[in-house]
């Protein structure tokens, strides 16, 4: 189940039809799309969603139907192989793990209190087995300060209980291998954990024209976003009709309070586009001291060199200095505030990943970043 799903499944849902969910539970090389992206499909055979961008949709649709009929999950296995690259499989040469669940009230009763949950932006994490077999298809439902349903068998619900309150803090949506008891170093039984968290939050500090686009696109990438500026006749929500929260107040005072809230964190995005001493300096001291996983600065190469020794002479240390990117964005050429927008937004994406950045065509290896698990060749089970 994902958030933007959510409008039609609580339809459904309360129409009181079963419906099906498809959940991509695993991927194996270069895989379309990761664990978490789901479709659905009602009663009536409404489809929304995707789980590898039309690849296997057809497929899944048709399991789908079958489980809302039987009522019985299912876990199909799709790829492509070599010798068969015209069946049902993915034509990037990925293989992916899909989890079929049909859903009503008789077989979900949390359904309504986890949506409520994702809407409200409370953190939930839902633990299913995926392991073909009589618990196929049990679920844990956890919260920070609850717990509802259960896998069979206490020891299992004990040790996934914990496992997923980890999950749930990082925001980590994977398989878990345990024993039929819960028993670690074992792979018995297999649960998906999906870890539903409030979005990520993106500070855009400046409120300039550029800031109006980077604020456009921090929203197309699913961040909550907060501009800032000291000067209340620039941020205003007519300049800003996009971003969630447009605050007039000094840059690094808001920033302090931010921290002190909790609402700073490893996802966040920290852009710094005012590029004026007086507001960056004070700001970049309190961001290069956060746990921030972007902090980007806008300026000339010399506008980052003096920016550099002013954040030294405060007690920056080299290594703090060394998260900065600065002049921010990728080199893509960009001139208007759209463009710029753009390159900064693919800065954030290649930080996250920790990749190159560089055009697919000059790399090799997997397109989708890189995978530990195995390398398998299925058309599907």
């Not at 479709?39 to 899944?60: F, I, K, N, W, Y």
């Not at 876990?75 to 069946?87: K, M, P, Q």
């Not at 409200?120 to 349903?149: E, I, K, N």
């Not at 746990?291 to 080299?318: F, P, W």
């Amino acid at each position: 189940m994902v958030s933007d799903l959510l409008p039609h499944l609580r339809q459904w849902y309360a129409d009181g039809d079963r419906f099906a969910v498809a959940t991509v539970i695993d991927t194996f090389r270069s895989a379309p799309r990761q664990p978490g992206a789901a479709m659905a499909v009602s009663g009536l055979g409404v489809a929304v969603g995707s789980v590898s961008g039309g690849c296997v949709e057809a497929d899944v649709y048709e399991v789908a139907r079958e489980v809302i009929e039987t009522g019985v999950p299912s876990v199909r296995r799709y790829g492509v192989s070599d010798d068969n690259a015209f069946a049902v499989g993915l034509t990037c040469g990925g293989v992916i793990e899909v989890f079929v669940e049909p859903v009503d009230v008789a077989s979900y009763a949390e359904f309504d209190a986890v949506a409520d949950a994702v809407d409200s932006g409370r953190p939930v994490a839902v633990a299913t087995v995926v392991t073909v077999g009589d618990r196929l298809g049990r679920r844990l439902v956890v919260w920070p300060d609850g717990v509802a349903g259960g896998l069979g068998d206490p020891g299992l619900d004990a040790t996934v209980l914990e496992d997923a309150a980890g999950m749930l803090e990082q925001g980590a949506t994977a398989i878990r291998y345990y024993g039929a008891r819960g028993e670690c170093g074992s792979s018995e039984v297999a649960v998906f954990v999906q870890a539903f968290t409030p979005p990520p939050r993106m500070f855009v500090f400046g409120a300039i024209d550029f800031a109006m686009s980077v604020a456009r696109v921090g929203k197309f990438l699913g961040y909550h976003v907060t501009v800032c500026d000291a000067r209340g006749v620039f941020a205003t929500r007519l300049r800003f009709p996009e971003a969630d929260e447009v605050v007039v107040k000094w840059p690094h005072r808001f920033l302090a309070e931010a921290l002190e809230q909790g609402l700073v964190d490893r996802r966040t995005a920290l852009c710094v586009l005012t590029h004026d001493p007086k507001f960056d300096v004070p700001l970049l001291e309190v961001a290069l001291r956060t746990d921030a996983g972007y902090i980007g600065a806008m300026g000339s190469r010399r506008t980052h060199e003096d920016r550099l020794s002013r954040l030294r002479a405060v007690g920056v240390s080299e290594s703090q200095l060394a998260r900065l990117c600065s002049p921010i964005g990728l080199d893509l050429g960009a001139r208007t505030p759209e463009e710029t927008a753009i390159s900064i937004a693919a800065e954030i994406i290649a930080n996250r990943s920790a990749a190159s950045g560089q055009r697919l065509s000059s790399t090799t290896g997997r397109i989708h970043g890189p995978h530990t698990q195995p390398q398998v060749q299925l058309i599907h089970r």
